[in-house]
Structures are given as structure tokens and as C-alpha cells.
């Protein structure tokens, strides 16, 4: 099984700046399979990226994801009022899917 | 417009059993594997268990298996999730997930059910 560590754990800054979540896989995650999800307060998390880059229907262009082998980043531009969250990573590769701790992005 | 309405969760005492029911709407549910991911109070999400488009695959997380069973309606379009021998540990929202393409990640997710194990 994969294990997915996400740094830091919480991350707070100000409307305007650049917000860089990572993630770190226990082992080398193969054919892209790393996805990102956005959960606010009381709502089910809705997915923002796949494939590590690329981004689901609906994710504001901002929102950028890179990496390869065990580590990757979320990348979000300029955090605008929504974007304080939480994100998870998830490894949806063989055998299991499994997903990281999650970052909280809170207001600074 | 695609659809996932869980329904099922409740206050259960430990020991009891208890199935949640997810259904779906707006995609062909018959061409999707489907997953449950709960969170509990506070906490990551933890993805627990699929099953394939036709049920005839299923997979669980080492922390449930042999507990939980999944399974799927593909004529009612809903999703199961059986869950036995309830413990304390196993209070939290239970989200019903859609695949997408079958690739293993989680394009529309349901609003949730609470499960509360609590004596």
C-alpha cells in the first residue's frame, strides 16, 4: 500500500499569495495516478485535479499540479476567498486507492 | 446533472449492523465503479471499499475487511454498503464516490450519511 504524507499540515496565508501544498508517496506512483480534492467546512470534497497536472471540469486555472515519482505539489496561484480549505491527495493506482492527511489552507 | 444521495446513517449502538444505500442519477450508473469513503469527525478522508461497474469485483481497505460488504443494484442504480459488528471507531460520514472512466479517482461525490456507533 502506498502511504501519502501531505506538508504542512496547516498552511496560513492571506487572500492574493501563493499557496504550495506537497505530497509524498512511500513509493513510486506510476502511470500519474495522483489526484487532488478541495473539502470545505461541512461539504463532500470535490476533485480538482488528476493525472497529478491536469485539471478536472470546473478548477479555476489558478490551480496548477506538477510532480513525479514520490513527490508533488498543488500549486494555487493566487488564493482568492474560497480557496481557504482542506486538500487531500489521493493515490488511485493498484492495489488500493489511498489518500494523504490532508492540508488546511486557513486565512492568515 | 449527476446525482449521489446517500441515505441509511443514524445513531447505532456497538455490535449492531447497518446498511447505507447511495443513489445515483444523471450518469449510467451500470458503466461506473463506485467506491465508499468516510471521514471520521475531524479527520482525513479514508477510502474504504469498491466494487466494479458489474459488481462482480469488489475491493476493501485492510481496517474494514471482513466487516463491510459492497455491493450494487444496477437496476435500481444504487450502491450498498453493509456494515457489521459496529465499533466506536467507525463513527463518521460515509460518502458514496463515483469513478470516473473506471481510472480510480472520485469525479461526483454524495452529500453523505453520519454514522454515530454510540452506546
Known amino acids: 500500500e502506498i502511504v501519502l504524507t501531505q506538508s504542512p499540515g496547516t498552511l496560513s496565508l492571506s487572500p492574493g499569495e501563493r499557496a504550495t501544498l506537497s505530497c509524498r508517496a512511500s513509493?513510486?506512483?506510476?502511470?500519474?495516478?495522483l489526484a487532488w480534492y478541495q473539502q470545505n467546512p461541512g461539504r463532500a470534497p470535490r476533485l480538482l485535479m488528476y493525472?497529478?497536472?491536469t485539471r478536472a471540469t470546473g478548477t479555476p486555472d489558478r490551480f496548477s499540479g506538477s510532480g513525479s515519482g514520490t513527490d508533488f505539489t498543488l500549486t494555487i496561484g493566487r488564493l482568492e476567498p474560497e480557496d481557504f480549505a482542506v486538500y487531500y491527495c489521493?493515490?488511485?493506482?493498484?492495489?488500493?486507492?489511498?489518500f494523504g492527511g490532508g492540508t488546511k489552507v486557513e486565512v492568515k | 446533472e449527476v446525482q449521489l444521495v446517500e441515505s441509511g446513517g443514524g445513531l447505532v449502538q456497538p455490535e449492531r449492523s447497518l446498511r447505507l444505500s447511495c443513489v445515483a442519477s444523471?450518469?449510467?450508473?451500470?458503466?461506473?465503479?463506485m467506491s465508499w469513503v468516510r471521514q471520521a469527525p475531524g479527520k482525513g478522508l479514508e477510502w474504504i471499499s469498491a466494487?466494479?461497474?458489474?459488481?462482480?469485483?469488489?475491493y476493501y481497505a485492510d481496517s474494514v475487511k471482513g466487516r463491510i460488504t459492497i455491493s450494487r443494484d444496477n437496476s435500481k442504480n444504487t450502491l450498498y454498503l453493509q456494515v457489521n459488528s459496529l465499533r466506536v471507531g467507525d463513527t463518521a460520514i460515509y460518502y458514496c464516490?463515483?469513478?470516473?472512466?473506471?481510472?480510480?479517482?472520485?469525479?461526483?461525490w454524495g452529500q453523505g450519511t453520519l454514522v454515530t456507533v454510540s452506546s
Open positions: 466494487i466494479s461497474a458489474s459488481g462482480g469485483s469488489t
Open positions: 513509493q513510486s506512483v506510476g502511470n500519474s495516478d
Open positions: 489521493q493515490y488511485y493506482g493498484t492495489p488500493l486507492p489511498t
Open positions: 464516490a463515483k469513478d470516473n472512466r473506471n481510472s480510480g479517482y472520485f469525479d461526483y
Open positions: 444523471g450518469f449510467t450508473f451500470s458503466s461506473h465503479s
Open positions: 493525472g497529478i497536472s
